[in-house]
Every structure is written in C-alpha cells, then in structure tokens.
C-alpha cells in the first residue's frame, strides 16, 4: 500500500504508525505473516535500487531465522516439545550443558518467528515509506503531524546519511581487502579486530560529512521557525488524493475493528464483560488476533 503509487506522503506516515500498532497487537503467526507479506511487498515496489532492496530482504530474513533458533534453544516456559534433543550423561558436555543437554523447541521456534514477523512488518514497512518518498515531501509529511521541525529535519537527514554510511563501510572493507585481509583465512578473532579497526575512519567521515551539512545549512541561513514557507510541494492529482483517502480509511476502519475484538476478548478473559452472541468475536481473536 505504500509503495511508489502517488499516495500523500501523510498517508504513508499513517499507515506506516498503523504497522507498528498491528504488530504490537496481533500475537498470531498467521496473521503477522500475512501484515509481514504485505509490508515486503509494499518494500519491493517502492522504488529502491534493487541491491538495496534485496539486501534489506535477505536482512529482514536471516533475522527471523535468528529469532526462531534463539528461541528454539533457549525457550524455558512450559509447555515445551523437543523437536531434537541431545543430553549427555557425563562428561565435559554434560558440565556445560546441564542436564536439559542442547535441544530445539517447537514452541521455542514457533515464538521467535512471531517477534520475527513482528520486526519485519515495523521495518519493512519504514524501509518502504523511505524508499519511496522524497525527503522534502516526508518532511511535509512529519511537519503536518506537528513533530517539531528541528526533529524532522533531523530525522529526514539521517535518511538520506544512511547510504553514505553504507559507501564508507564499503570503501573502508574495500580498502582492507586490498591490504591482504581476508576473513576467509583469518580466526574470527582477527575478523572482528579489523572490523572494529575500520570503525574509527568510518566515523572520522561520517563526522566530516556531518560538520560539511551543518555548515551549508548555516549558511542558507536556515532557522527552524522560519521553515514553513520553505515546505510547499506540488499538489497531488485527483486521483491520488482520493486513492490515499480511501486507503487511510480502510486502514483506519480495520484497526478500529481490530481493537474493538481484542477489548472485547480481554473484557471476556478477564471476566469484565461476556455475551454469547459475541463468541465467535471471541473465538475468531483466539484463532487469528
């Protein structure tokens, strides 16, 4: 929904807060699953250079499998079933391990993909609205939802720093490699030393850089106060107002809905408010919500 389509960039920001609501309220796999699906939708038609794109997928993913596993292993709540189990009897493994021994959980895994999917549908959906909104119009943005101008310009900025960041990484790695570094023939010790080793011309940089955009803006004699008239932006067609229009108030009507069935799921587990033509209300929360 908020890929490149000509929607308001308020409309975005909006839809962007309402990913981050339904991601804190939904608790079931298959329904974060979904909202996730269509964030990473919403990512790939945004507009973004493919490698971008792509690796913010390849990103998004390898931290749901990091979630799942981490979970899988170390899940402690009750009740648990061992997908695989190994528990030795004696020996240094069982001085280290304990007697739970190493063992995956289904329950463990099944948990960490949910604040997986969860991560995803909050990120994927802030990369999309990054990717496919132009600075000036997400500071209009920002600015109609009366966040202070110096935090919009702040945060705008950081936007658009974040790719130089990724060149200085790459340039400084670039610059290791060809010294004769290699990670595929060093201890992850040494790997992690030279990582840490090309922090400080990273930052050295992006400090310089930083110090060069406060100066220009200095110079142009910028002033929060005085911003307002610098913020006009070409109006949206027809069709596009009415298209963000409609998309913000479905989006709205849904969430409504959503959290109309779950107060009154927590009002009937909590024993504040129970009716019986509302159980499948209450059964429809249990099984997607």
Same mark, same amino acid.
């Given at each position: ?118 991560? #995803?549908?909050?990120? *994927?959906?802030?990369?999309?609205? @990054?990717? %496919? !909104?132009? =600075?000036?119009?997400? +500071? $209009? ?75 220009? #803006?200095?110079?142009? *004699?910028?002033?929060?106060?005085? @911003?307002? %008239? !610098?913020? =006009?932006?070409?109006? +949206? $067609? ?52």
């Amino acid at each position: 929904m908020m890929a490149n389509s000509g929607l308001d960039p308020r409309a975005k920001l909006l839809l962007l807060g309402l990913a981050g609501l339904w991601a804190v309220l939904l608790e079931q796999p298959g329904s974060l699953g979904i909202c996730a699906g269509f964030a990473l939708i919403a990512l790939c038609l945004s507009g973004g250079k493919p490698k971008h794109i792509l690796g913010a997928v390849a990103g998004l993913a390898l931290a749901v499998w990091g979630f799942a596993l981490l979970q899988a292993v170390f899940y402690q709540q009750v009740p648990r079933t061992a997908w695989f189990a190994w528990r030795p009897e004696t020996g240094f493994w069982n001085r280290v391990l304990g007697a739970d021994g190493l063992a995956l959980y289904r329950e463990g895994f099944l948990y960490g993909v949910t604040q997986g999917l969860r991560l #995803v549908l909050a990120i *994927g959906s802030g990369l999309a609205v @990054a990717f %496919s !909104t132009d =600075a000036t119009a997400l +500071l $209009r943005g920002l600015r109609f939802y009366r966040v202070p101008y110096g935090v919009a310009f702040m945060a705008v900025t950081s936007l658009r720093f974040l790719p130089l960041l990724g060149r200085e990484v790459a340039t400084a790695w670039q610059a290791a490699r060809m010294r004769g570094f290699s990670p595929y023939r060093c201890a992850p010790w040494t790997t992690g030393a030279v990582a840490l080793s090309l922090l400080r011309p990273v930052l050295s940089s992006c400090v310089r850089r930083a110090s060069v955009i406060a100066a220009s #803006v200095t110079s142009r *004699g910028f002033t929060p106060e005085g @911003a307002g %008239s !610098t913020l =006009a932006g070409p109006e +949206l $067609r027809p069709a596009a107002r009415h298209l963000s229009r409609a998309v913000v108030t479905l989006a709205l009507l849904t969430t409504a809905l959503l959290l109309a069935a779950k107060l009154l799921h927590f009002a009937y587990l909590n024993e504040v408010y129970y009716h019986s033509d509302l159980r499948p209300v209450y059964e429809f929360v249990r099984k997607w919500l």
